[in-house]
T-cell receptor, first 114, second 113 residues
Framework: DAGVTQSPTHLIKTRGQQVTLRCSPKSGHDTVSWYQQALGQGPQFIFQYYEEEERQRGNFPDRFSGHQFPNYSSELNVNALLLGDSALYLC?????????????FGQGTRLTVV | QQQVKQSPQSLIVQKGGISIINCAYENTAFDYFPWYQQFPGKGPALLIAIRPDVSEKKEGRFTISFNKSAKQFSLHIMDSQPGDSATYFCAASLSPYGQNFVFGPGTRLSVLP
């Protein structure tokens, strides 16, 4: 089982640009959640996708958007990048099919905005 | 009300000792309390989790103690090893399925050989 895979692993962008991050969930999982982890802090919930729809959203501006594809993979898009968007972006996959199928995190994409 | 507090910020323990990390929450609707372990450059890995209907859960050297009335829970690492050196995050959620985990700020654990 490959687990949760994210790409790319590292990314450098210029302020004002747009970025797309990708996530493939763990086999058998149908739900993808995205988190932002600033350096030295705990992850913060951005949003969750299930059945190709955004199901829940955290306290992040509309510059952050996402998409889920029929194969359950997901993308996180950030527009008009700010220096403060520099962080580790984590994808977590899960499924609603009963207790014991908790959320598993990928290794993250390190985004640096310069 | 969504905040999860965690202490200490950092912890140094000798090999073989007991590491204890504490967390507190406000939202009584939280129904799932996981602990995650994170090594530098890696994503968080689920260590152990508990639901509020039990007061303690043990898996190997790791134990969660849960006090529902005090709205507190803690992680105990017995016989701490240098390989346990990592950052530990407590979290709380309304569901175990990755919906809106609220994470604590983390505890950096160093286990000295």
């Amino acid at each position: 089982d490959a687990g949760v895979t994210q790409s790319p692993t590292h990314l450098i962008k210029t302020r004002g640009q747009q970025v797309t991050l990708r996530c493939s969930p763990k086999s058998g999982h149908d739900t993808v959640s995205w988190y932002q982890q600033a350096l030295g802090q705990g992850p913060q919930f951005i949003f969750q996708y299930y059945e190709e729809e955004e199901r829940q959203r955290g306290n992040f501006p509309d510059r952050f958007s996402g998409h889920q594809f029929p194969n359950y993979s997901s993308e996180l898009n950030v527009n008009a990048l700010l220096l403060g968007d520099s962080a580790l972006y984590l994808c977590a996959s899960s499924t609603d099919r009963g207790f014991g199928t908790e959320a598993f995190f990928g290794q993250g994409t390190r985004l640096t905005v310069v | 009300q969504q905040q999860v507090k965690q202490s200490p910020q950092s912890l140094i323990v000798q090999k073989g000792g007991i590491s204890i990390i504490n967390c507190a929450y406000e939202n009584t609707a939280f129904d799932y309390f996981p602990w995650y372990q994170q090594f530098p450059g890696k994503g968080p890995a689920l260590l152990i989790a508990i639901r509020p209907d039990v007061s303690e859960k043990k898996e190997g050297r790791f134990t969660i103690s849960f006090n529902k009335s005090a709205k507190q829970f803690s992680l105990h690492i017995m016989d701490s090893q240098p390989g346990d050196s990592a950052t530990y995050f407590c979290a709380a959620s309304l569901s175990p399925y990755g919906q809106n985990f609220v994470f604590g700020p983390g505890t950096r654990l160093s286990v000295l050989p």
